[in-house]
C-alpha cells in the first residue's frame, strides 16, 4: 500500500512563492501517474496540476504560467512549484496516486497580506 505524505504548505502574501512536496513510499511511485488536487472552503476538490509517469504535464488553466509540477522518481517525490500566488489559491493541497487511487493527508496554503 503506497503512503502519501504532502509539505511545504504556509501562510505566504499575494505575490509570494510556496513550494510543496509530496513524498511516496511503498514502490509504486515510478509506475504512476500523479497529481495535485486542491479543496478551498465550501467548494469542491479541483484537479490543480498532473504529471505522467514519464513527465507529461498539464494544468489547470487557472495556475497556467504560474505553478509548475515535477517529480524525482529516484526520491519518489513529486512538487509544485506555485509562483505569482493569489489569495484564490487558498486552499487544502492534496497529493493524489492516479493509478491506485491513494491519497495525502494534505497541506494548507494560504495566501493572504
Known amino acids: 500500500q503506497a503512503h502519501l505524505v504532502e509539505s511545504g504548505g504556509g501562510l505566504v502574501q499575494p505575490g509570494g512563492s510556496l513550494r510543496l512536496s509530496c513524498a511516496a513510499s511503498?514502490?509504486?511511485?515510478?509506475?504512476?501517474?500523479m497529481a495535485w488536487y486542491r479543496q478551498a472552503p465550501g467548494k469542491e476538490r479541483e484537479l490543480v496540476a498532473r504529471i505522467t509517469k514519464i513527465g507529461g504535464t498539464n494544468y489547470a488553466d487557472s495556475v497556467k504560467g504560474r505553478f509548475t509540477i515535477s517529480r524525482d522518481n529516484a526520491k519518489t517525490t513529486m512538487y509544485l512549484q506555485m509562483n505569482s500566488l493569489k489569495p484564490e489559491d487558498t486552499a487544502v493541497y492534496y497529493c493524489n496516486n492516479q493509478d491506485y487511487g491513494y491519497w495525502g493527508q494534505g497541506t494548507q496554503v494560504t495566501v493572504s497580506s
Open positions: 511503498g514502490g509504486i511511485f515510478k509506475f504512476s501517474a
